[in-house]
């Protein structure tokens, strides 16, 4: 691309800056757009009416509740198919609603284009709704940019989804100020130097080096040489499930998953050890901490999976300096090498390029006899504690169990989202995941009320899928404006609402780190039943063991949007291990809860 010279093309002659935009999300395949309209933003809203386009809207336009739910639901999308969305916000608080899923987008990896209206360029200073955007939302997107000519248009749209997809994808804004809007292409004088591109110039987006190959053959010497090495697998990837088979077939190495990676690697298969992490499965957590080489595939080194750094992997550290083993980390952003964890052999490349790499290299096969072995005892040792109560009362453990079962059969068609809490942590336990892009939760910026947007973007990607959102009450008490999205689509996601009044994540913290002391976490809920049902939405409740079964059969059969509200006991996610610990010292029992009693 020629970043000095405007695009000539005449073929947006005529049109409004609104209606370029328009079209070059068209041509840059946008299938769903979501949003609110407001003053600012009119003209380009305006675009997507159906008296504009002789058949069927090419993108399909959805109005949320508010912006902020229509940023989920954006990431949702772009989570279960990797292809972007596009969220319309009007100035103001339209923008400022939609920095958290940005940040959440930013973090996660997930492409989103967000496209804010903004005063008109010559509007006196602090006029009505206007704010600063680009300064608002410059930390929490891998690009921002405030359109400053109609001309412009149709590069600044093809940059952003370069951008948002291109490395490790993410969130882009573009500002665009009411004039611009309404004002007309003119191609006569396009071919004309422009003043505000010196940011692409500068911009570091660059084609991945070439892989070393004697970096590569130091990398299969390493795993050759190792006696008890581990796959450390993360969203980065998400793509890759079949090219890291073949690379398992290969070297007989146990994998362990971040949680954006369940499923990338089959969880009924033999070397899979399910997810790591402070609430992760006891046995990779163990099996880490003690293997002699870890190989880092997609994956970062982030506090939720290490535990504290200076105690994370210290077989594989001394390896590292005897030179039989240590770490090997595979990430497409250059500035991850030796950010937290000092490695072996940091490759700079795509996972999908590497494994296929290093897959036609001399790699052995090893039996690891007593490395499995180990794996073995340790899952045997240390399941995952489900508590069942002699009353009948539900665990969120059981409910999460027997939904686990309930899916056999119909598993490669299910799609799960989740909110923040425990209710996701014990999802992400006690689920076989199967399948890349089956769990979508917020991963890295942990933000409560995601689950029905996200699930809402989900089934809009994927209509032949059966949508499952597990929403614990206080996550699911942020957003469920987004009912209401529901039943404007009638569109048939099912809802499972964990109802333990409390945020019994953080309650738990209080227990063990403030005395007890409970504040913000405990609360009384409204009726959830009645609350769909202000919406028309068929709805299901469950309150003991004995009905559990038939009220999942029931909810999973439906064929129309439907909630289910499951009330269970307050218990806790465990293992955890809290901050400061090493990764395997954890806590696994707790005597103060029934059915959590230590041996």
């Not at 989103?112 to 360029?121: E, H, L, P, V, Y």
């Not at 890759?240 to 146990?254: A, G, R, S, Y």
Request: aromatic content about 8%; proline content about 5%.
């Amino acid at each position: 691309m020629d970043t000095s010279i405007i695009e000539n093309s005449e073929k947006y002659n005529g049109k409004t800056g609104a209606q370029i935009v328009y079209q070059k999300l068209v041509e840059c395949g946008v299938t769903l757009a979501c949003g609110i309209s407001g003053g600012n933003i009119l003209d380009l809203i305006d675009t997507f009416h159906s008296d504009h386009h002789q058949s069927s809207p090419p993108i399909n336009f959805i109005t949320n509740s508010n912006e902020a739910n229509g940023g989920f639901v954006c990431e949702g999308y772009a989570k279960a198919c990797g292809k972007p969305a596009v969220c319309v916000v009007t100035s103001g608080p339209g923008l400022t609603n939609l920095i958290t899923p940005l940040q959440d987008a930013y973090c996660d990896g997930v492409p989103f284009i967000a496209i804010s209206g903004q005063s008109r360029t010559n509007a006196q200073p602090e006029a009505f709704q206007c704010v600063d955007a680009i300064a608002l939302t410059k930390p929490c997107t891998k690009w921002n940019h405030k359109i400053g000519s109609v001309r412009e248009i149709p590069m600044i749209l093809d940059y952003a989804f370069h951008i948002a997809q291109t490395g490790r994808p993410g969130p882009v804004h573009i500002d665009f100020p009411k004039n611009f809007q309404s004002e007309v292409y003119s191609s006569n004088d396009c071919n004309v130097k422009h003043n505000n591109f010196e940011d692409f110039a500068n911009d570091n987006i660059t084609a991945l080096p070439l892989l070393d190959h004697g970096q590569l053959n130091n990398i299969v010497k390493l795993i050759n040489m190792s006696e008890c090495p581990i796959v450390c697998v993360g969203q980065g990837a998400i793509e890759c499930q079949h090219e890291l088979v073949d690379f398992i077939t290969k070297t007989n190495i146990p994998v362990t998953t971040t949680v954006h990676a369940m499923g990338v690697f089959d969880e009924r298969h033999p070397l899979a050890l399910k997810m790591l992490g402070m609430h992760g499965h006891p046995t990779p957590n163990i099996m880490i901490q003690k293997a002699d080489l870890i190989l880092a595939i997609g994956s970062r080194f982030d506090d939720r999976i290490t535990g504290a750094h200076d105690m994370f992997a210290p077989v594989a550290k001394a390896a590292q300096r005897f030179g039989n083993g240590g770490l090997v980390h595979v990430d497409i952003r250059p500035g991850e090498k030796n950010k937290i964890v000092k490695v072996n052999e940091f490759v700079n490349s795509d996972c999908k390029t590497f494994l296929r790499a290093i897959n036609r290299m001399g790699l052995k096969f090893k039996g690891r006899e007593k490395w499995l072995k180990l794996k073995f005892a340790l899952e045997k040792a240390y399941p995952i504690i489900v508590p069942s109560y002699s009353n009948g009362r539900l665990s969120t453990q059981k409910l999460i169990v027997e939904l686990d079962k309930q899916i056999d059969g119909i598993r490669e068609k299910c799609l799960f989202s989740t909110g923040v809490g425990c209710h996701q942590m014990i999802t992400a336990q006690l689920i076989r995941w199967t399948a890349p892009r089956s769990i979508l939760t917020s991963g890295s910026l942990g933000t409560m009320g995601v689950a029905v947007g996200y699930a809402i973007g989900a089934k809009i990607a994927h209509p032949d899928k059966i949508v499952i959102a597990i929403d614990g009450d206080g996550s699911f008490n942020m957003t469920n404006t987004e009912l209401k999205t529901i039943m404007d689509l009638q569109l048939p996601v099912k809802i499972i609402v964990v109802n333990n009044s409390s945020e019994m994540m953080v309650v738990y913290w209080q227990k063990l780190l403030y005395n007890r002391r409970t504040i913000s976490t405990e609360f009384a809920n409204c009726d959830y039943n009645k609350l769909a049902e202000a919406y028309g939405i068929h709805n299901l409740y469950c309150d003991n063991e004995r009905d559990l079964a038939g009220q999942l059969r029931e909810l999973i059969q439906y064929k129309g949007p439907v909630l289910l509200n499951v009330v269970v006991e307050k218990t806790p996610c465990l293992p955890l291990v809290l901050p400061g610990k090493a990764l395997d010292d954890m806590i696994l029992y707790d005597n103060d809860f029934p059915g959590f009693e230590g041996n």
